[in-house]
């Protein structure tokens, strides 16, 4: 299913692959790499869900921008209106996805803990792996995310 939406792809992979450089840090740019073989098993569960999550998030965004398109709304001001009523995350802003985003990124970091010789970035896991495998889908749904729904405590831990 294609999902009803306007947001600049490039920008919305710009923000995301950077914004936890921010947060934490990084003494330099991480180049996407293959990681552990535990990381590409949790890879695998992770596109798994997303199959039953993006179908939950872009049934119900959509019905909400066609339901305005009905009474002859234009899709741009459909999907506009749409955000304003729904929140600025557009079709991420789904409990799921937000709920999906969370666990992957808290389990891609257990992970990172099990092979410090494999770490890989949680925002490349989240996002570039499947900019990588091809999956538009996908990164159109995360693209629309303002940030990541991710925090740190107060002992320095992702939350």
């Not at 965004?61 to 955000?83: C, F, H």
Request: charged share 20%.
């Amino acid at each position: 299913m294609t999902l009803l939406v306007n947001h600049n792809i490039q920008n919305g992979t710009y923000r995301l692959l950077r914004a936890p450089l921010d947060v934490r840090g990084r003494a330099e740019e991480t180049v996407p790499g293959t990681g552990s073989v535990g990381h590409r098993a949790l890879f695998a569960a992770y596109l798994r869900d997303l199959i039953d999550v993006f179908a939950q998030a872009s049934e119900t965004w959509n019905a909400s921008v066609e339901e305005r398109m009905e009474i002859g709304v234009p899709v741009d001001k459909a999907i506009l209106q749409t955000i304003e009523a729904k929140g600025v995350a557009g079709p991420a802003g789904h409990p799921k996805v937000v709920w999906l985003v969370r666990k992957y990124w808290l389990a891609c970091e257990e992970e990172n803990r099990r092979s410090p010789t494999s770490v890989v970035p949680h925002e490349v896991f989240l996002l570039e792996w499947l900019i990588q495998s091809g999956c538009q889908d996908y990164v159109i749904l995360l693209t629309a995310m303002p940030y990541w729904p991710i925090g740190i405590d107060e002992n320095g831990n992702w939350c």
